[in-house]
């Protein structure tokens, strides 16, 4: 008997990862739907004052684009079977690491992909994950794994 996965991709959003898990596991024939958060980024950062009105300051534009997102990140982690977290080189992604503290929060299994230099910035978030990758081939392999039982 196969099972459907529900996979949720959470963080960074400024390189192609999620699109070469996907295809890996397409091409690895693995019955997985993804969801991920919203990843077009202006759409991220202004869904709240487009839809609930325009803010003066800085902090309650962004605090009405948080509560929205919010909305989307909690139910689909919450609805996932395995969760992913990719913290990117470049950028500081606070919103992976609420991602990764709730999915381990929820009791969700949770992999950790990121670069080897920032193991130790990340030891805490790394020490409550399943498995820490660096590369979206071993996601894509450790997932052939669990969801198969078998290996390359």
Sequence with gaps: MSK??????AGEIHTEWRR????????????VAFTAPV?????????GVAIL??????????HKGAKLNAIRTRTLLEE?????VKFGDKYKQWNAAFDAGYAAALGKPLIILHLPEHTHALKEVDGAANAVAERPEQVVQILRYVMTGTLD
Excluded at 4 to 9: G, I, S
Excluded at 53 to 62: M, S, V
């Design 4 to 9: 459907l996965w529900n996979v949720y991709l």
């Design 39 to 47: 990843t077009n980024h202006p759409n991220s950062d202004d869904c």
């Design 20 to 31: 070469e898990i996907e295809q890996g596991c397409e091409q690895a024939n693995l019955e």
């Design 80 to 84: 996932a079977d395995l969760v992913v």
């Design 53 to 62: 009105g325009q803010e003066e300051q800085a902090f309650w534009k962004d």
